[in-house]
């Protein structure tokens, strides 16, 4: 893909159907606003005290700013494969290179802040790191690893503090017997 194919596609998201079968291309921050069917990807990493890596994103962000969540989510570009925009992404959002198994997908839909509504066929990605995250900030406010229990204990005490597709994709990992 030559830069001004990366560029020009840099805001777009790729409208899928319900079986993730591509359908076309909007500029992000619309398809957000529509609440219209594209495809994403949350990546989940534990580092070698089966601690989760959570990110707090950034207060400027265009929906959720300051919720926490998992080390990494977005969307892959027009021509991109989700494997590689996840990977991609790590790397730009807290500097981290690490290899990604693909996991499992799902679909939801929910109204966010901002007038925005999240639809997404979401491809969920795990991994390994023990490193410190150089992050962007950016996209990060704040990062740090947490043990599953007391992540468990503040998702039932404070759910709020967390994003929607967080608390879906975590209770499918944790459902998983391989998952740490």
Sequence with gaps: MTEAHKNSNADQVILVDSSDQQL??????????????????????????????????????????????????????????????????????????????????????????????EHEYDHVYTGRFSGTPDVNPDEVADWKFMSLESLDLDLQKRPHLYTHWFHIAYRRLRELPDFY
């Design 24 to 117: 076309g291309e909007m500029e992000k921050l619309e398809a957000h606003r529509q609440g219209k069917l594209h495809r994403a990807f949350s990546v989940f990493l534990l580092n070698n005290n089966n601690e989760m890596l959570l990110q707090q994103r950034a207060l400027g962000k265009y929906h959720s700013g300051g919720l926490w969540t998992n080390a990494c989510c977005s969307h892959p570009r027009p021509g991109e494969s989700t494997d590689d925009a996840a990977l991609r992404r790590l790397r730009e959002e807290l500097g981290i290179s690490c290899p990604l198994t693909m996991s499992f997908s799902f679909l939801y839909h929910v109204s966010l802040d901002k007038g925005m509504f």
